[in-house]
């Protein structure tokens, strides 16, 4: 059984900073990698960042060069540094986790809101 808790979302004005964790449990030793997804009120669920194994990064372009993703040395804690936060990155970021043998799992959300 996988579980995994996200936790940092919230209220922020334009232009400042969150910090987004999510902690998987359960089988944690066939991760192949980590990472954030959102998806804004009538939009699709989009990439917001991955990280796999080894620490090959991978960031849409919305994101680059405000976004930061990391994971703790266990492996097992995902985190998301956003900065420069804009309106349009309101949304609700959910956490992934993709084993190679179990497939994706996903977080319950978290609502991340930017006010102008």
């Known amino acids: 059984q996988v579980e995994l808790v996200e936790s940092g979302g919230g209220l922020v004005q334009a232009g400042g900073s969150l910090r987004l964790s999510c902690t998987a449990s359960?089988?944690?030793?066939?991760?192949?990698?980590m990472g954030w997804y959102r998806q804004a009120p009538g939009k699709q669920r989009e990439l917001v960042a991955t990280i796999a194994n080894g620490g090959s990064v991978h960031y849409a372009d919305s994101g680059k060069g405000r976004f930061t993703i990391s994971r703790d040395n266990a492996g097992n804690t995902v985190y998301l540094q956003m900065n420069s936060l804009n309106p349009e990155d309101t949304a609700v970021y959910y956490c992934?986790?993709?084993?190679?043998?179990?497939?994706?799992?996903w977080g319950k959300g978290t609502q991340v809101t930017v006010s102008s």
């Open positions: 359960g089988n944690i030793f066939s991760i192949y990698s």
């Open positions: 992934n986790v993709h084993y190679v043998l179990l497939g994706d799992y």
